[in-house]
């Protein structure tokens, strides 16, 4: 079904495609960082920088050693007319420049790249439920008898259009990746050219291209960064699947309690309704041949006995697949965190938090608790109900019955119509005006029924909420004990 093959998709994702490019970042980072020492090593040690006699000006802001370096100069360049110039460790600068902004660029660029996947997901989350939507109002309208090629054509039409826009989006957000990156890489071109033309003594500018202690920690981090990506991705699919998962329970779900909805309309209109219409016809009958004066003729009214309602084997088969479309879920889902989830745009690479969900167990004690406990109890309530009409109806064919003895007892000769069916005729328009209202009330008690149970099952499918399971995943074992105290 729709919901086993998109569950499916994502797996395959998640097991197959995931890995792979996880493969191919390692890769690529590798060559790139060892082109990038490579480079490094074929640049000259050093490389002389000029300066016009203008830029040896002293300035307001110039600290001692560089007043000091200007002066040299400029005294220098008088006596000796010599252009001005220093020795600029150029493999240094490089290797500086890579140790700082070009590993911090790689990693914003891995960030979002990774933000980029973690959307991927889900837009294609929010379209599958967008298609069970879709296919939830076809359903519908098929029940209703109002369905029609065009209205199909156009859920197709919406489906395929959410489609194409994320396809757009996604190649909006690889345009920005890559806009980003030649930004970044020119933006490092010019720092570079910036910081070997300031101004300052080779000293102290050799001693600011020193390599910043924690460059080894940040190359590290970059060559984490495919193991991490690759689990956090495994992590928002792992959550993807477990909203399929939990979608495919509810709909199972809903179509259990359909099934038992139906089981118990027909039961009651079987049981009890259909016996009340039979009483309520041998009245009919038995009115009509006393208006026709007919009295010899007037049967006797039958007495009608509800059958028996079979709640516990109905109760026990509702439960029975209530707990097999349960027993599929996995026992353990792995996510990340409700707050780290939050926070996976800024923070993806720094060691996400994740949480354990006990999914199986926790659908397991929702669906109890919210679905079938109140059902059970709710039902509690048919077998008086059931018996208070029957009551009434023995009681309308006790009297009626009782009345036509009472008319059979009396010679023939001394019936007299305004005496003997008027009288009968009366009990019988009481009876029918009774079970006509235990009737109704019946039918509005089997709609109360048929509405809770609605409302259960609503209830029940807002907390079969992905992000409530999140939220709830340290909890279970709490609510269980809380649930076994009550």
């Not at 930004?183 to 390599?211: D, G, K, V, Y």
């Not at 149970?453 to 999140?470: G, M, S």
Request: charged share 25%; aromatic share 8%.
């Amino acid at each position: 079904d729709v919901y086993f093959h998109t569950r499916q998709a994502v797996q395959n994702y998640r097991e197959q495609n995931v890995p792979t490019q996880k493969d191919v970042l390692n890769t690529g980072l590798d060559q790139l960082l060892k082109r990038m020492d490579e480079l490094a090593q074929t640049l000259p040690d050093n490389f002389a920088v000029f300066y016009e006699i203008d830029q040896l000006q002293p300035q307001p802001q110039d600290h001692l050693s560089l007043r000091w370096f200007k002066f040299r100069k400029r005294l220098k360049y008088r006596f000796g007319k010599s252009p001005i110039s220093v020795q600029l460790d150029l493999r240094k600068l490089w290797q500086f420049q890579i140790a700082t902004q070009f590993n911090n660029m790689l990693q914003q660029q891995f960030s979002a790249f990774g933000v980029e996947h973690y959307e991927l997901i889900s837009a294609v989350t929010k379209w599958f439920n967008h298609m069970r939507d879709s296919l939830g109002d076809i359903q519908q309208h098929a029940k209703n008898n109002d369905i029609s090629a065009g209205f199909i054509d156009s859920e197709h039409q919406k489906l395929g259009n959410q489609l194409v826009d994320i396809n757009r989006e996604m190649a909006n957000s690889n345009a920005q990746i890559m806009l980003q990156l030649l930004r970044s890489t020119a933006e490092m071109r010019q720092s570079t050219i910036e910081t070997a033309f300031r101004l300052e003594s080779p000293r102290s500018l050799n001693h600011s291209l020193e390599i910043p202690k924690n460059a080894q920690e940040i190359r590290g981090n970059l060559n984490a960064i495919p193991e991490t990506w690759s689990q956090n991705m495994a992590l928002v699919c792992n959550f993807a699947v477990m909203e399929l998962q939990l979608a495919a329970l509810q709909n199972r779900l809903g179509v259990v309690t359909q099934k038992f909805r139906e089981q118990l309309s027909l039961k009651m209109e079987n049981t009890a309704l259909d016996q009340l219409q039979s009483v309520a016809d041998g009245l009919e009958s038995l009115s009509t041949a006393g208006e026709n004066g007919d009295t010899k003729n007037m049967a006797k009214l039958a007495s009608s006995e509800f059958g028996s309602f079979g709640t516990a084997e109905m109760l026990s088969e509702l439960r029975k697949d209530v707990q097999e479309a349960v027993q599929d879920l996995p026992e353990n889902v792995d996510i990340i965190s409700e707050t780290s989830f939050q926070q996976i745009e800024t923070q993806q690479f720094d060691g996400l938090e994740v949480v354990s969900v006990s999914l199986r167990r926790l659908a397991g004690y929702l669906v109890e608790t919210r679905l079938f406990a109140p059902i059970e109890k709710q039902l509690e309530k048919l077998p008086s109900t059931l018996r208070e009409s029957q009551n009434v109806s023995s009681e309308v064919v006790r009297l009626v019955s009782f009345s036509l003895s009472e008319m059979e007892a009396v010679p023939e000769f001394e019936q007299e119509i305004g005496e003997t069916v008027t009288p009968l005729q009366n009990i019988i328009q009481s009876g029918l005006r009774r079970i006509s209202q235990e009737k109704e009330s019946l039918m509005q008690f089997s709609q109360s029924l048929m509405d809770f149970i609605d409302q259960q099952r609503n209830a029940t499918f807002e907390k079969l909420n992905p992000y409530i399971a999140v939220r709830d995943a340290g909890k279970i074992g709490q609510y269980i004990r809380a649930e076994e105290s009550r």
